[in-house]
């Protein structure tokens, strides 16, 4: 898996943030949370003037985790990644694999950021912004997340091709739960690059990339579903359901574009099917017509290139 990609592919097209821009982004983050500490620790002050030392010291320290490591992580989390620094300086929290980053990454990122930012007053994260070859402090390195670049110079981001539109909704019952991001990395950048390769090596990069999918999956191979046509629906199916959970179902399935197809990629059945290896519903009982299955001179098991 590791092997089908290039060392010089930038993640999904998008650019790591830098040093400069994040410390700004920190630096405005921590004025904001910093300032509101403030008000809170001078409001708590008054209120708890008539307690004990000892309970006045257990509401400070419950005030400055609240503040200063709570909000920020709630914040990561219902914005997607876009604090008001970050925010201001264009830049986004997302996963390895570009999608959005969920409670546990700003979880992780917050809990280290208390020792990279608040007690080594922000040494040991640009130690490890500069010596990473992405500019990621500790903290996205064991949460699996990047910052990114989002207003850039230049071409926009390059999306993910559409699949074929006789594919929508055939691979929703699909189980993705034990797809690594690191192979999800890989298909993504295969499918943004595919028409820059040549049509041979592409179609065997597809078929590597597609049969470790359905290895991960643990369905069947779609009999009569070329590779890269797989790979596209798979990863549509995956921004669906990211984009369901992080801003809740919509109204109706989004309307697919026009598909650019690959050059090694065959033209589409003319009688798509509505699943795996069963016919598209007719009309009626009365006036199905008897299916006739395509002709298949050697059975695979697998994707496989063309010769």
Same mark, same amino acid.
């Given at each position: ?16 943030? +830098? *040093?400069?821009? =994040? ?7 921590? *004025? ?6 403030? *008000?809170?620790?001078? %409001? ?25 490591? #709570? &909000? $920020? ?24 694999? #570009?999608?959005?980053? +969920? ?14 930012? *608040? ?24 949460? %699996? ?5 989002? =207003?850039?110079?230049?071409? !926009? &981001?390059?999306? &993910? ?20 991001? #690191? ?24 078929? +590597? ?31 669906? +359901? ?24 065959? &033209? $589409? ?10 016919? !598209?519903?007719?009309? #009626?009982?009365?006036? !199905? ?19």
């Amino acid at each position: 898996m590791s092997d089908l990609v290039t060392g010089d592919a930038v993640v999904l097209g998008l650019r790591p943030a +830098r *040093l400069p821009s =994040r410390a700004l982004a920190i630096f405005l983050d921590l *004025l904001v949370y910093l300032t509101g500490y403030l *008000l809170v620790s001078i %409001g708590l002050t008054l209120a708890t003037a008539s307690l004990d030392p000892a309970a006045q010291a257990a509401v400070s320290v419950a005030s400055f985790v609240l503040v200063l490591v #709570g &909000v $920020p992580i709630a914040v990561e989390t219902l914005s997607h990644g876009r604090s008001l620094g970050k925010l201001a300086c264009g830049l986004r929290v997302v996963r390895d694999d #570009g999608g959005p980053i +969920r409670f546990r990454h700003a979880l992780v990122r917050g809990a280290m950021g208390v020792v990279e930012l *608040l007690a080594t007053f922000g040494a040991v994260a640009c130690i490890a912004s500069l010596v990473s070859a992405r500019g990621r402090r500790l903290g996205d390195v064991f949460a %699996g997340a990047l910052v990114v670049r989002e =207003r850039v110079q230049g071409p !926009a &981001v390059m999306p &993910v091709p559409p699949p074929p539109p006789w594919l929508a909704g055939r691979f929703s019952g699909l189980d993705l739960s034990a797809v690594p991001d #690191g192979l999800w990395l890989a298909v993504r950048q295969y499918l943004t690059r595919m028409n820059q390769l040549d049509p041979q090596v592409g179609a065997a990069m597809a078929a +590597r990339l597609a049969d470790d999918l359905v290895a991960r999956t643990g369905a069947p191979a779609p009999i009569g579903v070329p590779a890269a046509a797989f790979l596209m629906a798979v990863v549509h199916e995956r921004q669906a +359901r990211d984009a369901a959970r992080a801003f809740g179902p919509g109204p109706g399935v989004p309307v697919v574009g026009p598909v650019a197809l690959h050059p090694a990629m065959p &033209v $589409p059945p003319a009688a798509p099917v509505t699943s795996v290896g069963s016919p !598209a519903v007719g009309p #009626g009982p009365a006036e !199905a017509a008897p299916v006739v299955p395509a002709p298949e001179p050697v059975r695979r098991t697998g994707f496989a290139p063309p010769a």
